[in-house]
């Protein structure tokens, strides 16, 4: 493990794989390092050629947290880490992290260049958006120290997951992870709040990042997230859509691996190019 302080004094702590280029993972909901073990298969994969760089969030595992919390904090964690691996990096967002990475470019972050993988953003009617009071509940509910309800909570409204499922997952060794970091799905659901309305217009706020975009969805993910990565595509300047055939929101390292490998690995990086 590895550590740096962010802007405000926040130690943020990371990992490592490999030795060359970074590429830093920026994780979504629930994601850290401690239960990720997405990053140590994607990160062997990949780590012949590039370093991935995995770090935990503020407020998750070895990571501060110093109130009160926005997401200009956040985008201060990306800027401190980019600095520290190398000054410039390449972002892969997985999930919420891909609309926390895309912030980051917007403010002028030194990104080569930008993947995202399946954003969850809701800009059509496909699926339901989520409840008008969805951060405050979500806020409300975990400083009231209900953390195992504040996880239900954002997987019944946020991932549509049947109620019932919910509560025969509350049983398994993995839940306390989960609740250990029920606190940060409401910062999620801040810097995501005006994108889960059902409408794409609020999308179009990213249409100022010039940053070469790879935006990827499964190809066996629900229809509402294919409606996301269009809508998104079409608003990036520089944005190319790449659907991953029988993947799901979760996607196999061994599919991802080789597609970033090229993405990443390919020229006309423009002015925050990296070797």
Do not use: C
Not at 24 to 36: C, P, Y
Not at 93 to 116: N, T
Not at 137 to 163: C, H, K, W
């Amino acid at each position: 493990m590895e550590t740096v302080r962010s802007n405000d004094g926040t130690q943020i702590a990371f990992d490592r794989y490999g030795d060359g280029p970074p590429i830093v993972l920026v994780g979504g909901a629930f994601q850290h390092r401690a239960i990720d073990q997405f990053t140590a298969q994607f990160g062997t994969l990949l780590a012949p050629r590039f370093s991935v760089v995995n770090y935990d969030r503020r407020g998750r595992g070895d990571s501060g947290d110093t109130p009160p919390y926005a997401v200009e904090r956040e985008v201060e964690d990306l800027q401190a880490l980019t600095a520290e691996v190398g000054g410039s990096a390449f972002l892969l967002g997985m999930s919420s992290g891909g609309v926390l990475a895309l912030e980051a470019a917007a403010r002028g972050l030194p990104i080569a260049k930008l993947a995202l993988y399946e954003p969850p953003l809701i800009v059509d009617g496909s699926r339901p958006p989520v409840p008008p009071d969805y951060v405050d509940q979500l806020t409300e509910i975990a400083a009231s120290g209900r953390r195992g309800d504040a996880v239900e909570y954002f997987m019944v409204n946020a991932m549509q997951m049947p109620p019932e499922a919910v509560a025969g997952m509350r049983a398994a060794p993995f839940w306390p992870a989960l609740e250990s970091v029920a606190q940060t799905l409401a910062y999620d659901g801040a810097f995501m709040a005006d994108v889960m309305r059902g409408t794409p217009d609020p999308v179009r706020k990213w249409g100022s990042v010039t940053t070469p975009t790879l935006v990827m969805g499964g190809g066996a993910s629900p229809p509402w997230q294919h409606a996301a990565v269009q809508a998104l595509v079409q608003v990036l300047p520089h944005g190319e859509a790449r659907t991953l055939e029988g993947q799901t929101h979760e996607v196999a390292p061994e599919v991802l691996a080789p597609v970033l490998e090229s993405f990443f690995s390919d020229g006309g990086q423009g002015e925050g190019a990296i070797g």
